[in-house]
């Protein structure tokens, strides 16, 4: 048993508790918390240099914390070296041996780890049927299109039932179309494994689509993590508003009060936002610009500066009285939007889509 009561979270399998890593007089991550879930799948978001790499390499014990504790399957594994822990791992240029079949390659893992050679066999057959390259067994990488690679790759880093998959940017050497398939193939992979899966990408969109909860980094720190929905609809920073998604940043000074909503002055428009407490002063916050409409009998105006066609959607860049804003229409009926550059529009949006913010720590 760890005596340290906060690893005592059986239900969590990869813990950090205030770690913080150095290199040099560089501090590439700041008194970091970690808790992922047995099961999960979870990604790191954020730019480069936030300190995604540096998170995953401290699983792996590539990296030892300057300070604080790692903890997986509730032991503490701070100090431990990479080879008595138990990842499976997959990198950007996912090498596969060029000399070995792809059978082989997955089967390497296993050989290192001394397992039986009618066990290897059994294992190897079962996890190319699971990323479906049963056929593809005797090839060799080159034979392969890229697609296929980052299977043998992936089926390669789970075939030895690792605690914990390390995924750092797999999918970023491929083109988007595949992307998004691969992005589909991998959740479907990691479902059917119920692995618990740490996936760093710079890419929004791809943490939305594959991830059970998200942490979004910044300058080596987590600024928001949770579902994605929670993380996309109600973001606490600026940075989180605007890296997840688009994001209008407004602010309004305060005049009053209206039941529980605060009445802000919006560049000349008086408009309710719910959640702030306070009955004077600036805030700040969020609206996406999708939940912007177009209303003829709304009292806030605005005009036109650029309309873009975007085939599913329609940009509108707008200005209302000075202040810069876009809103996204969905061409939803028979024709497109019908807005032009320089006309006079009136705007609604339910005011629960508008989103304090606070300042970042
Ligand atoms: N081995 C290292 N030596 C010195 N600085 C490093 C090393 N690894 C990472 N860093 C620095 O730590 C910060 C975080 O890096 P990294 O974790 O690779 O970011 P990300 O993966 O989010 O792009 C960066 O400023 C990077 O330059
Ligand atoms: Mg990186």
Redo the contacts with the bound molecule.
């Keep these: 048993m760890n005596s340290n009561s906060s690893a005592s979270n059986v239900s969590s399998d990869v813990r950090f508790v205030s770690v913080e890593k150095k290199?040099?007089a560089?501090t590439?991550l700041h008194s970091l918390d970690l808790d992922i879930e047995r099961g999960t799948l979870f990604a790191l978001l954020?730019?480069?240099?936030?300190?995604?790499?540096?998170?995953l390499?401290l699983i792996a014990g590539f990296e030892q914390p300057t300070k604080g504790h790692v903890y997986i399957r509730g032991k503490d594994v701070t100090g431990v070296p990479p080879y008595r822990r138990s990842f499976g791992m997959v990198f950007q240029n996912f090498a596969l041996f060029p000399h070995l079949s792809v059978a082989e390659n997955v089967a390497f893992g296993l050989q290192m780890r001394g397992v039986g050679k009618d066990e290897i066999g059994k294992k190897v057959a079962a996890v190319l049927d699971l990323v479906a390259l049963g056929k593809f067994a005797e090839r060799y990488p080159r034979q392969l299109s890229g697609g296929q690679q980052q299977r043998v790759a992936l089926a390669r880093a789970v075939v030895f039932e690792p605690d914990v998959l390390l995924l750092?940017e797999p999918l970023s050497a491929l083109d988007k179309m595949l992307r998004e398939q691969m992005q589909v193939e991998i959740r479907q992979l990691q479902r059917r494994l119920g692995m618990t899966t740490v996936f760093?990408t710079?890419d929004q969109e791809e943490a939305l689509t594959m991830s059970d909860r998200v942490a979004v980094?910044n300058h080596?720190r987590i600024q928001q993590a949770g579902a994605p929905k929670e993380i996309y609809d109600r973001p606490r920073t600026e940075f989180v508003a605007t890296f997840l998604g688009a994001s209008n940043i407004l602010q309004g000074q305060v005049r009053g009060r209206d039941g529980d909503d605060a009445v802000v002055d919006l560049a000349g428009n008086l408009v309710p936002v719910p959640g702030i407490a306070a009955a004077d002063g600036l805030v700040r916050f969020a609206l996406r610009p999708e939940k912007i409409t177009l209303n003829p009998e709304s009292n806030v105006r605005a005009s036109v500066k650029d309309v873009i066609y975007r085939g599913a959607q329609t940009f509108l860049y707008l200005d209302m009285n000075g202040m810069a804003l876009n809103a996204v229409l969905q061409n939803a009926g028979a024709e497109p939007v019908a807005v032009d550059a320089g006309a006079s529009v009136g705007l609604s949006w339910d005011k629960a889509s508008m989103i304090a913010l606070e300042e970042p720590a």
Excluded: L
């Design positions: 290199f040099g560089a590439a954020g730019p480069s240099g936030c300190g995604k790499t540096t998170t390499r750092d760093v710079h980094m080596g």
